[in-house]
């Protein structure tokens, strides 16, 4: 309740926008962006056979903990104390994301490649 | 160029990388390449991450101490993630997936809650362009209010759901009585529809009380979606939570205005999708039925009545016999190799079957285990060559010129109600025709149906010889008494 209290508490300064951008705009861009990133997904996952699908997901796990850079610049703006707080609680649990995914999937694919003896 | 556009060059980098370590993904062996390819996309990411405005605006301030602390919980977070990663038993892969799912789905949604209580606070002080846009973008129904909605919705959904899949996976006492509430198709919807709402109130105000109700009630949807889903039905809430992950993350890239979140996001949600249609489709099942519907577990058919007299169990001597005079044998192995781990006990039997000259493969159902590909994982973890893996598609034709086809730990995906019971409920449902083969020996504790909880007429059949005993064991005295003779 105390961050609700605090947040609301803050007077919202009527600042003129400058935006380089409209937002339509920038909404518009990363749309685009994520269709196009969606179908390329779609065309190259589709190839990956079934024996591989438990790296897949344990991969592609690890790549969805990219969200690990957007943790690092709310983090490092060091705006409010709530908003480090948060940012920095998402750079570890990412970071543990990240680390945990590749790691695991390297273990796993090292038993599908034995190494000749 | 701006030490921006760098960045940005170093973003499509990262980008370009995660789409060759997919790319890479087709072959066991340039899977290896791809994941390191992968992991120094993230790497790039996050190195460029630490040149980006906010944070070397705030080491001009501050000095070199918010990087430090960056590095820190960073460093942290590395090394608990790569010791879990290490240390955890192959066995036990899909809790450990949906346990990290559930860290970047929070970790997307807390992203978005740091950016809405940081850009309400920078309004306060308006020093520089971007704190001035950063006030504009509160305005109602901009892409940043939005996504902030969006990622907060999702991440949270994903955070409790894969939590309590993990509970499940882990079979932790709490979650062992599976949830059946009849009520729970309506609590479900109120909690949707309140999501909705609030949903809506974000989007329109930006407002943090609504904020936080919605992570609530998503939390709470996150829970009672899950809850009801068990057993074989979990490969589609890991690759759905998978999904949601990355579009939490893409979600995240929309609040910051990000390229790389949102590329690395989306290709992680179309992965979690496909796996999830392919899951759902070895079960010939809807996506809808599988979150919403529950199996129809009142089943038509009596176990007596398909058991009664028909079951013939045998001895270890006689199965070893059996064995040492065919030519080829397959191997099913399901979940229940997986709980006995029992996947060296499997090798040690194929290799003494071997040496004697007889063909040894394995046929690996889509949905066997807990996650998609969760047998090949555990039969490569006993250095089982993947070539004599073989998919089901692959190896149904060959079962009838196979001699002996020994099942361990499955039951749903080798019962030919399936294919010859059109009131089965799982009537349809593509299975491994194991009951084809010359002799079927299933390795298996008691006659307890398996999560369909519908007798399988392949215990009963004329060809089947069941050994009751522990997985593990009961691979360990075979292999005994084939080398004995």
Known sequence: ?117 | MSSQAWINLAYLTASMLFIVAFKQMSGPRTAVRGNLLGATGMAIAILAACFEQPVTASITEYGIWPLFMLIVFAAIGGGIGATMAIRWPMTGMPQMVALLNGFGGAASMLVAAAELTSTRAVSRFEESARQASAAASLEPWTQFAIAIGLACFIGSVTLTGSLVAFGKLQELPQFKKPWNNPNRQWINLALAVTALLLLWGVFGTSQLLFFLLLVLVAAALGVTLTLPIGGADMPVVICLLNSYSGLAAAAAGFVIDNSVLVIAGSLVGASGLILTAIMCKAMNRSLVGVLFGGLGTTSTVDADEVYAGKIKSAETEELAMILEQADRVVIVPGYGLAVAQAQHAVRELADVLEARGTSVEYAIHPVAGRMPGHMNVLLAEADIPYEQLREMDDINPSFPETDVAIVIGANDVVNPAARNDPDSPIAGMPILDVDKAQTVIVIKRSLSPGFAGIPNPLFAADNTLMYFADGKKALIELTAAVTRD
């Open chain 1, 1 to 117: 309740m105390n961050i609700i209290l605090l947040a609301n508490a803050l007077p919202l300064f009527a600042a003129t926008p400058t935006p380089t951008e409209d937002p339509a705009s920038t909404f518009i861009r990363l749309l685009t962006v994520f269709l196009l990133a969606m179908w390329v997904g779609f065309e190259v996952i589709t190839k990956v056979p079934q024996r591989l699908h438990t790296p897949l997901t344990s991969g592609s796990n690890a790549i969805s903990g990219v969200t690990v850079v957007g943790a690092l610049v709310v983090a490092g703006s060091l705006t409010t104390g709530f908003g480090t707080l948060f940012g920095l609680l998402a750079i570890l649990l990412a970071m543990i994301n990240v680390a945990g995914g590749f790691v695991v999937t390297h273990r796993m694919l090292a038993m599908f490649n034995p190494k000749k003896k």
